[in-house]
């Protein structure tokens, strides 16, 4: 995943939500981005190498952060809201 944001845009939301660790804190920010109004998308042209060594398919305590982070994010008002509206990931601008 790789996301941009303007600053201002970034601060209106504020920012990535913390009590999210490794997992799930880019799809909790593309719903907090969709609930105010923000257009979220995907650029497939785009091209991004991420060296992930997905330890939550290898390691029990990755995998409970995993799971912790999923269950968090389905309890939340932005999951809620996002449901109701379809999801996204990518650039983030005003309509």
Same mark, same amino acid.
Do not use: K
């Given at each position: ?16 939500d913390?009590?999210?660790?490794l997992?799930?804190?880019?799809? $909790?920010?593309?719903? !907090?981005? %969709? ?5 979220? =998308? ?8 991420? @060296?992930?060594?997905? $330890?939550?398919?290898? !390691?029990a %305590? ?5 799971i =912790? ?8 008002? @932005? ?11 990518g ?5």
């Amino acid at each position: 995943m790789f996301m941009l944001f303007r600053a201002d845009t970034y601060r209106e939301i504020d920012g990535f939500d913390e009590r999210y660790f490794l997992y799930y804190e880019d799809v $909790d920010i593309c719903a !907090r981005l %969709r609930q105010r109004g923000y257009d979220v =998308r995907l650029v497939p042209a785009a091209s991004v190498i991420h @060296a992930a060594r997905r $330890d939550s398919h290898r !390691r029990a %305590r990755y995998l409970a952060w995993h799971i =912790r982070s999923t269950l968090r994010f389905w309890r939340s008002e @932005a999951c809620r809201t996002t449901r109701r509206g379809g999801t996204g990931g990518g650039l983030a601008g005003r309509p």
